[in-house]
């Protein structure tokens, strides 16, 4: 397959070596410094384009590649709140597009067992909830699009949350930790070279429940990416990771 990189940064580097593994062949690269040859004729040299950029510029590519007709893999995060109006380019074009705030099969596990203790915690309200994510320094959003993707589980499955909250923490001082009972705390922490943790923490006066995920490198991640372009390139039409993996059937 012919892969297109929107993105040739940590990500776009690792999916490189593992395209090539799989005996992809990359024909186009697109980072900040050769933006000029992003174009429909280049993207149409590709079977997939694979965006891994930043938040400011993902939709742009999103649309270069509806217009192109290339079908695209999107793992930037820290746009979702616009799924709405690609979802709708996605069908006016009649466009090929899957999107994953997590392409590891271990955060995918961990997003579906997620909702099944959600609900289960409905019978124990003595437990309260939140969630934790740390990062690397350079991350660009906050909180991580995993974690908005397991507090959205939670939400959905344990009547006693309403709405998340995102607390930054710094320096040990939390930038406003004022919470109200039925909203949901995220935490977002930032320590140099942390690919990725996750934790959903149920705390009551007795114990505490602690379901937590540890990225050790960027490999799960940008594996799934590639799994998801050879998924991907031979539909139409508007897909997250979940109807990839399908743990329901
Ligand atoms: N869904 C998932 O599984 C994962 C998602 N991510 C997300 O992927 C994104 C990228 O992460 P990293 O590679 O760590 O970031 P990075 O900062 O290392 O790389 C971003 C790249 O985008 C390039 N870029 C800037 N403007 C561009 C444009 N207009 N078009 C194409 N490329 C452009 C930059 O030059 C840079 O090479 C982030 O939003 C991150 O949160 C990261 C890991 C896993
Ligand atoms: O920026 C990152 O690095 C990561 N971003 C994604 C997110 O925001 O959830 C996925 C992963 O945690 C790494």
Redesign the pocket.
């Known amino acids: 397959m012919k892969i297109a990189l929107l993105g040739y940064g940590?990500?776009g580097k690792i999916i490189e070596k593992i395209a090539h593994d799989r005996k992809h062949e990359i024909v186009l690269k697109i980072d900040y410094n050769n933006l000029d040859e992003l174009t429909t004729q280049n993207l149409q040299k590709a079977d997939v384009a694979i965006e891994f950029s930043t938040p400011s510029t993902v939709l742009g590519n999103i649309e270069s590649c509806f217009k192109a007709g290339v079908p695209i893999v999107v793992?930037t995060?820290?746009w979702h709140h616009e799924i709405e109006q690609i979802k709708e380019q996605c069908e006016y074009h009649k466009a090929a597009f899957i999107y994953a705030?997590?392409?590891?099969v271990g955060?995918n596990v961990f997003f579906h067992v997620n909702k099944i203790l959600a609900k289960l915690m409905n019978n124990y309200p003595y437990y309260d909830v939140q969630v934790e994510?740390i990062?690397?320094t350079?991350?660009?959003?906050s909180?991580?699009?995993?974690?908005?993707?397991i507090a959205e589980g939670i939400l959905d499955n344990l009547d006693a949350k309403k709405d998340w909250k995102n607390v930054v923490i710094s320096d040990d001082k939390a930038d406003d930790d004022t919470i109200a009972a039925d909203e949901l705390l995220i935490e977002s922490l930032r320590i140099e070279n942390v690919?990725?943790?996750?934790t959903v923490i149920y705390d009551s006066e007795i114990d505490t429940i602690e379901f937590k995920h540890t990225?050790h490198n960027?490999n799960g991640?940008a594996l799934g990416a590639v799994l998801a372009a050879e998924w991907i390139a031979d539909k139409k039409g508007f897909y997250s990771v979940e109807d990839m993996f399908d743990f329901n059937s």
């Open positions: 940590k990500m793992g995060t820290g705030t997590n392409f590891s955060v994510e990062h690397h350079q991350k660009l959003d909180p991580s699009g995993t974690a908005i993707t690919p990725g943790t996750h990225a960027r991640f």
